[in-house]
């Protein structure tokens, strides 16, 4: 898991409720991110810590669903918790579909709010952390020989070594010999 310091990033067009927002995230001890409008949010420097978007439904120009179709658009994959007070259930269905973590309606309970937070902090480490683990995955399936693929593919697929060395025409061993050399183990497949 990432050591980063997490960043709550705040989208909320009204000033009293942003700086209630970001008193309470500092209770969790978490640096905050305040945007007064979805437009301001695109404009910014996108952060490259794990965190999530707390974000109102209802501002005006775009609204936090809008900002929410732009980003997925755009690929940011930063978990979303919705904030409104003046929601219906379409709406939260909607944001929930396209990847919400979280819908609270106002007046909202702190801990609730705390909850979400923490949950979509833990989401994005854990997909962060996948996101690594899959680049480190392609970057070494990309040091194979193209031999060493069609072995890889075969032992995927679940062949044994027996099986593959058929299917490529060649020995028991030579196979054995293609897993060795990237795995650097001789008792099993990469």
């Known amino acids: 898991m990432s ?20 008193r309470l995230v500092s209770i969790l001890g978490l ?7 979805a437009e301001e949010f695109l ?10 978007l707390v974000l109102d439904v209802q501002m005006p120009g775009l609204s936090g669903l809008d900002l929410q179709h732009e980003l997925s658009r755009a690929g940011v994959l930063l978990p979303i918790i ?6 219906d259930i379409p709406m939260s269905v909607q944001a929930m579909k396209a990847g919400a973590v979280s819908f609270l309606t106002k007046p909202l309970r702190n801990q609730d709010l705390l909850d979400a937070i923490r949950e979509a902090i833990n989401l994005d480490r854990a997909a962060r952390e996948r996101r690594r683990e899959m680049t480190s995955l392609r970057q070494q399936y990309g040091l194979l020989t193209a031999r060493e693929r069609e072995v890889f593919a075969f032992v995927v697929a679940g062949l044994l070594n027996k099986q593959i060395a058929g299917e490529l025409n060649t020995s028991e061993r030579t196979v054995k010999a293609h897993q ?3 795995s650097g183990k001789a008792d099993g497949p990469w």
């Open 3 to 22: 050591a980063e310091a997490p960043v709550v990033c705040i989208v909320e067009d009204d000033s009293s409720f942003r700086t209630f927002l970001q």
């Open 31 to 37: 640096q905050s991110a305040i945007f007064t409008s």
């Open 43 to 52: 404009r910014s420097a996108r952060l490259d810590t794990p965190g999530c």
């Open 82 to 87: 919705f904030i409104t007070g003046h929601g």
């Open 180 to 182: 060795i050399v990237r």
